[in-house]
Nanobody
Framework: QVQLVESGGGLVQAGGSLRLSCAAS????????MGWYRQAPGKQRELVAR???????TYADSVKGRFTISRDNPKNTMYLQMNSLKPEDTAVYYC?????????????WGQGTQVTVSS
């Protein structure tokens, strides 16, 4: 069973940058489709970025061109580089596996990391 620990969030002004990390243990990340999710107050959880075992990536339209998902296989760690941040990016960010059969996230949610963007 995979364990996931998110870190790197914080408070930043609009236009600034943050780099989130997702450290995994118990399984090898490169064997899975992985994603970054976010949930803002009063809103549903949203998948913002995905990376497949072969390294291909996809992004939600709201973050495309600003966010970059990547993976460091020797460190078994996934990252989300967030540039040109906007107030609407404010949310708790989570990483998780994505089922290749259902496209739903796994049950092993971490604690998340808070990102707050001020105007």
């Amino acid at each position: 069973q995979v364990q996931l620990v998110e870190s790197g969030g914080g408070l930043v002004q609009a236009g600034g940058s943050l780099r989130l990390s997702c450290a995994a243990s118990g399984r090898v990340l490169s064997d899975f489709i992985m994603g970054w999710y976010r949930q803002a107050p009063g809103k549903q959880r949203e998948l913002v970025a995905r990376i497949r075992s072969g390294g291909t990536t996809t992004y939600a339209d709201s973050v495309k061109g600003r966010f970059t998902i990547s993976r460091d296989n020797p460190k078994n760690t996934m990252y989300l580089q967030m540039n040109s941040l906007k107030p609407e990016d404010t949310a708790v960010y989570y990483c998780n596996t994505i089922s290749p059969l259902t496209e739903r996230p796994g049950q092993a949610w971490g604690q998340g990391t808070q990102v707050t963007v001020s105007s």
